[in-house]
């Protein structure tokens, strides 16, 4: 079975520090991967999304950015934190050319506190 | 813009009773929708999804329906369980390889 592991579960960084966070997925091959953030009490906002290593769409400007060293990991990074980046990262994986058919798998999410 | 949304941000039930959650979307191209679950500090689980050839779809306790005249998609939780209490997600495919998800509605099952 699949398995999408994210880490660390929580974060405090200053502003102005760097930041990497990692995901990995098991048990596929050459899946669709995302990075979402999540607002307290709000819905969810597409970040990146990669069809293959190396290939980042990103959705939004911002000061993170994203990249796919192989084909089942996935890092969301930042330069510089800024206190706005505070949220809770989740990143995503569905089945190559299945985001039409089939759901995002979420894994548990990372709780950034930027102070 | 295109968007999906819910009705209702907060449903209080008692514990036995059948919940309704509402969503609304304005995409008539979306062809592909999901319910989600989330619990607090977690991510969102997958519950039940159908295409827009369906109207109804069951699944263990939960039913999702989708009236496509009205761009409406339900979900019923039949008999709810306190473990249900969380926050539900509707999502849309509109665009290719993402989803476009809504506010979120939360389920407080009251003992």
């Known amino acids: 079975s699949q398995t999408i592991h994210q880490w660390p579960a929580t974060l405090v960084q200053p502003v102005g520090s760097p930041l990497s966070l990692e995901c990995t997925v098991e048990?596929?091959?050459?899946?669709?991967l995302y990075w979402y953030r999540q607002a307290a009490g709000r819905g969810l906002q597409l970040l990146f999304y990669s069809v293959g290593i190396g290939q980042i769409s990103s959705e939004v400007p911002q000061n993170l950015s994203a990249s796919r060293p192989q084909d089942r990991q996935f890092i969301l990074s930042s330069k510089k934190l800024l206190l706005s980046d505070s949220g809770f990262y989740l990143c995503?994986?569905?089945?190559?050319?299945?985001?039409?058919?089939?759901?995002?798998?979420f894994g548990n999410g990372t709780r950034l506190t930027v102070t | 813009g295109e968007s999906v949304g819910l009705h209702l941000p907060t449903l209080s039930v008692q514990e036995g009773d059948n919940s309704i959650i509402n969503c609304a979307y304005s995409n008539s191209a979306s062809d592909y929708f999901i319910w989600y679950k989330q619990e607090s500090g977690k991510g969102p689980q997958f519950i039940i999804d159908i295409r827009s050839n369906m109207d109804k779809r069951q699944g263990q306790r939960v039913t999702v329906l989708l009236n496509k005249t009205v761009k409406h998609l339900s979900l019923q939780i039949a008999a709810t369980q306190p473990g249900d209490s969380a926050v539900y997600f509707c999502?849309?495919?509109?665009?290719?390889?993402?989803?476009?998800f809504g506010g979120g509605t939360r389920l407080m099952v009251k003992p």
């Open positions: 999502a849309e495919n509109n665009a290719g390889n993402m989803l476009t």
């Open positions: 995503a994986w569905c089945r190559a050319g299945g985001a039409p058919n089939s759901p995002l798998h």
């Open positions: 048990g596929t091959s050459n899946p669709n």
